[in-house]
């Protein structure tokens, strides 16, 4: 079920959620510049077998709304987004799963709620450390780190060159693995929310590193850390730092995957999840 929600600063957030028989929610979140389509495939593989399922538009993403300010990108503000719609779904058991910047958002909700936490933590492609060098983006050069700021501080030239859809399903993005992911997600996101997000997490773990890190360390809820072999965009390195910060934690590699792990090996990523929630939640599928 399509819903809207006027988060704690007045931006409206879209979410999908549908009630199944099973009361723990799993609730996904998608990376910088995509939308909650990502992760369609695996929304389906649960809802077959009952679970409650609840995937938001991050704000500045499909089709939530995009404010101006740099500020209403902070880390924190995405937590609070998530913290707010469970409230008005009055959820009381979930699970959140994050992929990529998704995955540091979970983390961030972890180091802020710590009264309110999930259930239990998936993190797919994820980094508890800022994956770059400082004020690089995505891992492309300087000079279009510069040049990508640039485009997004000018409105004339964004809305000129670099117009965008609001709400564009990428559950077949594995079809499109060879084009190049700056230009594809210029088309998808407004280049401003990709900016002014990465920006704001690059600021938020730099001055919160110890603070993060120690929250990992102390947190006593299950995990489970899934990287593929190939990725590019965050290395395999910031899985086995996070693996290693989650000391209890499952670890997986997909093999012959790159950062669109969730798509390209949508079922191998399902399975691996459904094996960890059975381990771990195994009352829940006889209900």
């Known amino acids: 079920m399509e819903k809207r929600l006027k988060s704690f600063d007045g931006t409206e957030i879209y979410y999908n959620y549908n009630k199944g028989r099973i009361p723990l929610c799993l609730v996904f979140l998608h990376g910088v510049a995509g939308n909650w389509t990502v992760w369609k495939k695996e929304i389906e593989f649960f809802s077959k077998k009952g679970f409650t399922t609840l995937a938001l538009d991050l704000r500045g993403h499909g089709g939530s709304e995009a404010p101006e300010e740099f500020e209403k990108y902070q880390m924190t503000n995405f937590s609070k987004d998530i913290r707010n719609i469970i409230h008005k779904e009055k959820i009381k058991n979930f699970?959140?799963?994050?992929?990529?910047?998704?995955?540091?958002?979970?983390?961030?909700?972890?180091?802020?709620?710590?009264?309110?936490?999930?259930?239990?933590?998936?993190?797919?492609?994820?980094?508890?450390?800022?994956?770059?060098?400082?004020?690089?983006?995505?891992?492309?050069?300087?000079?279009?780190?510069?040049?990508?700021?640039?485009?997004?501080?000018?409105?004339?030239?964004?809305?000129?060159?670099?117009?965008?859809f609001k709400e564009v399903d990428l559950s077949d993005?594995?079809?499109?693995?060879?084009?190049?992911?700056?230009?594809?997600?210029?088309?998808?996101?407004?280049?401003?929310?990709?900016?002014?997000?990465?920006?704001?997490?690059?600021?938020?773990?730099?001055?919160?590193?110890?603070?993060?890190?120690?929250?990992l360390r102390n947190l006593k809820i299950p995990a489970l850390v899934i990287t593929g072999d190939q990725d590019e965009v965050v290395s395999p390195k910031f899985s086995f730092i996070l693996k290693k910060l989650l000391q209890s934690a499952e670890f997986k590699v997909v093999k012959d995957s790159d950062h669109w792990v969730i798509m390209q090996k949508s079922d191998e990523v399902s399975r691996m999840m459904q094996n960890f929630l059975m381990k771990n939640f195994y009352e829940f599928f006889f209900i």
Do not use: W
């Not at 998936?122 to 492309?140: D, F, K, M």
């Not at 079809?175 to 600021?203: C, F, G, Q, W």
């Open 173 to 215: 993005l594995k079809s499109r693995k060879n084009l190049n992911l700056i230009l594809y997600l210029l088309h998808l996101t407004p280049l401003r929310t990709m900016v002014k997000a990465l920006d704001n997490v690059e600021n938020y773990v730099f001055n919160n590193k110890r603070k993060i890190c120690d929250s």
């Open 95 to 164: 699970i959140l799963i994050g992929h990529s910047l998704g995955g540091g958002i979970a983390i961030n909700y972890c180091v802020n709620f710590p009264k309110n936490l999930p259930s239990a933590l998936i993190l797919v492609e994820t980094a508890c450390l800022y994956p770059y060098e400082r004020s690089q983006l995505l891992n492309v050069n300087p000079y279009l780190s510069h040049l990508l700021r640039f485009i997004a501080s000018h409105k004339l030239t964004r809305e000129k060159h670099f117009f965008h």
